[in-house]
């Protein structure tokens, strides 16, 4: 397992501010971990203890947590998954060679030399980064039902971070742009067949993210 260097200490969880943070890699998850280690300095609110990975799945989280998490206000954030697996691919060629365990794997990607050939693989398959998942769906949901109260959207993250400030009760901090990377529009690196694997991926993730879109388009 990679470890993070440099990076804002995880808040996945709070028993004071009441939350638990579900975070789905690549979506933003850093911001929001840094924002929230603010919120507990300027309010002093104690860290709790770190009991689980910070890219756990919710149903993982439940179990560890157990009666916190029945009375914590529980989000995440999920990303459109065509922009996602480019931002997991160029992750695995500019930061992903800081870590040593990690090393074979990011060989071979940059060895593949497209992004189509990584979509072909079992990391454009089955991973998110060096974290494995088919679905987003799959950390936000058990046995098929969202168990998390509010899902939030890379794309429209400074509006639902707002969103989860008033739930959480705190003032609002604006979100850093921690781990932003520059690279080209991600419709750029699609062919038609990649653009056809993530559909099949994801597809759970994309019903679930289109019916958001028309919801808040009502």
Not at 35 to 52: C, Q, T, V
Not at 75 to 101: E, K
């Amino acid at each position: 397992m990679a470890t993070d260097k440099g990076m804002p200490r995880p808040v996945c969880y709070s028993t004071s501010l009441g939350y638990v943070f579900i975070h789905i890699p690549k979506c933003a998850g850093t911001s929001i971990h840094h924002a929230l280690g603010i919120l507990h300095d300027r309010l002093a609110l104690p860290i709790n203890e770190k009991k689980y990975h910070k890219h756990s799945k919710a149903s993982d989280v439940r179990r560890v947590l157990g009666p916190i998490w029945d009375k914590s206000f529980k989000f995440s954030i999920v990303r459109n998954p065509w922009d996602l697996m480019v931002s997991s691919y160029h992750w695995w060629l500019t930061h992903a060679g800081q870590y040593s365990s990690l090393a074979t794997q990011t060989a071979q990607i940059k060895e593949m030399g497209s992004f189509a050939k990584f979509m072909q693989s079992e990391f454009g398959s089955k991973m998110i980064n060096e974290q494995y998942g088919g679905e987003l769906l799959d950390w936000i949901s058990e046995d098929g039902k969202i168990v998390v109260d509010l899902v939030g959207r890379f794309e429209t993250l400074n509006r639902d971070w707002i969103r989860i400030s008033e739930a959480l009760g705190v003032d609002h901090i604006s979100l850093s742009r921690a781990n932003a990377s520059t690279r080209d529009d991600y419709r750029s690196f699609y062919d038609e067949t990649s653009k056809r694997l993530v559909a099949e991926r994801f597809r759970r993730t994309i019903k679930f993210w289109l019916r958001i879109l028309k919801l808040w388009r009502e």
